[in-house]
């Protein structure tokens, strides 16, 4: 998220270089409906065609993703990451867009929903030091009250400055949607290697230790100011990442 972390990351994770904030990476994201039982033909055909386009230096890094829980289970994720605004402005080749749509569409029942988001670098985090797709990831969707963006920031980045402290191997990228959608949703997307990394609960006494005690409650009262009051301002979903059907490492 994850710059591949962003995948929607979006990816993360498909966006996890941190870099300059006047240079965020921006992820478009297509999600797919592929037709029934025609998961592993999509997933075949897509392959070909990224290994085809998307493979050499200097060609777009396409990732794919499939969501494993939530009301969009099954559904695909795929788009370019670590890309910049100026990147749009180069359309993609005629040739390219024909093949997808002779040899990729036939599996797909519905492509639609893009959405863009910008990766905010500032207040995101790699402990790893690595930038490869994570197996897995985890996604956290918030849809948070108006005019709250800058204590939203300010918020993540008290839990960054504690990964940070403590010097974690933790690996997470914050996203703000920008397009295609509700755009005071925000995306907090972390790497998973592991199932058993998730078993680590030991956060809120790292927190504390940082930031002084009783501190986390007064981050907890914060958060609920921030993020709306409502069952589906807080959405969560793992999804797997396809190496069969992204582009190869570079």
């Known amino acids: ?19 300059a904030q006047d240079a965020q990476p921006v992820s478009r994201l297509f999600y797919i409906t592929v037709k029934d039982g025609m998961a592993d033909e999509f997933i075949k055909a897509a392959g070909k065609k990224t290994m085809k386009f998307n493979s050499k230096a200097g060609s777009t ?13 099954g559904q695909f994720v795929r788009g370019p990451g ?3 605004w100026s990147d749009f402005d180069n359309p993609t080749p005629q040739k390219e867009l024909d093949y997808w749509i002779e040899n990729v569409r036939p599996y797909i029942e519905k492509q639609d929903n893009m959405q863009t988001w910008v990766t905010l670098t ?34 993540a980045r008290k839990i960054k400055e504690v990964h940070e402290a403590k010097k974690t191997n933790l ?30 609960t030991d ?24 993020v709306q009051a409502v069952p ?14 992204s582009s190869p490492l570079r």
């Open 1 to 19: 998220m994850f710059k591949r972390m962003v995948a929607l990351f979006i990816v993360i994770m498909w966006c996890g270089d941190l870099v």
């Open 61 to 73: 890094i396409y990732n794919t993703w499939r969501i494993m829980d939530g009301p969009r289970q």
């Open 82 to 84: 670590g890309t910049t």
């Open 122 to 155: 500032d207040i995101s985090y790699n402990g790893r030091g690595d930038n490869t797709p994570p197996n897995f990831g985890r996604m956290w969707f918030y849809n948070i009250n108006p005019g709250m963006n800058s204590r939203m920031i300010e918020n």
């Open 171 to 200: 690996r997470y990228g914050w996203y703000r949607l920008e397009s295609g959608g509700d755009r005071s949703t925000w995306l907090f997307a972390s790497a998973v290697y592991k199932w058993a990394d998730l078993g680590n």
């Open 203 to 226: 956060f809120i006494s790292m927190y504390e230790e940082v930031h002084g005690k009783g501190s986390w409650a007064k981050w907890m009262n914060e958060y609920s100011q921030i």
């Open 232 to 245: 589906w301002a807080r959405r969560a979903e793992f999804w797997r990442y396809v190496k069969e059907a």
